[in-house]
């Protein structure tokens, strides 16, 4: 909820109040054993002040008339969403540049230092961009740590890659971000395209993606969403 504070700002500030969907999110729970067996979870965030609603399969096919037989479902009213975060992301571009950010389209290999401070950034396509004096903020994900390492950081990071697949036309709307507990994937209607995103495991920068589990998440969601129609569809991993 607080978070959500703070975007509210950042998005009227970007002319995208209109945009966001503030239509809270949903969990989903096909069995009596995995609801039970997320009672300590549940609990946890409402006593960090989550806004929980606990909902019967009607109630759950009232919010989202797609979603199949279950046993319960989870409200959170507090949540917000929105259609495409590709056009938030630009429209943050466009407001830090009237505010006298430059951006650079390169991808930094190291870190140049010299004195001991960071001196110049090393693009893969051969420049050499000098930091003069400048602060430094690595904020590279999973590789930020040989970044990091660049300036004398040692850092425990590892990557944790997770797998998406965009269905298209697939002949249901969602509300909402959908939270399908027992298939451990959320769904989420984004230009008209079904998203799918979750499955997320430890292997590295190097490891080719295993397909298997982005497509194991197709299968899950034609499951969860019975009118779901899924012939065409594109997957990645980040």
Excluded at 106 to 111: F, H, K, L, N, Y
Excluded at 214 to 233: G, H, I, K, Q
Aim: net charge neutral; proline share 4%.
């Amino acid at each position: 909820w607080y978070a959500l504070m703070e975007y509210e700002r950042l998005f009227a500030d970007v002319g995208l109040g209109d945009d966001v969907r503030r239509t809270g999110a949903l969990m989903l729970y096909h069995t009596k054993a995995s609801f039970e067996g997320a009672e300590p979870a549940i609990q946890l965030r409402r006593r960090r002040g989550a806004n929980i609603e606990v909902l019967g399969e009607r109630e759950v096919l009232a919010m989202e008339p797609a979603s199949g037989p279950l046993h319960r479902g989870l409200y959170f009213p507090d949540y917000a969403s929105v259609d495409s975060p590709q056009l938030l992301c630009q429209r943050l571009a466009d407001r830090a540049s009237t505010l006298g950010a430059v951006f650079h389209g390169a991808e930094v290999r190291s870190i140049g230092v010299a004195g001991g401070r960071p001196a110049s950034l090393h693009c893969g396509d051969g420049r050499e961009l000098q930091l003069d004096g400048a602060a430094v903020i690595i904020a590279a994900g999973a590789h930020s740590k040989g970044l990091a390492a660049d300036v004398g950081c040692d850092i425990a990071l590892d990557t944790e890659r997770g797998y998406h697949v965009e269905i298209a036309n697939p002949n249901i709307t969602l509300g909402r971000p959908v939270l399908v507990s027992d298939g451990a994937f959320f769904a989420s209607t984004m230009q008209g395209r079904l998203r799918l995103a979750g499955t997320v495991e430890f292997a590295g920068l190097r490891r080719a993606p295993d397909w298997r589990r982005a497509d194991a998440m197709v299968e899950r969601a034609r499951s969860a969403f019975p009118d779901l129609r899924a012939t065409e569809w594109t997957r990645w991993m980040g």
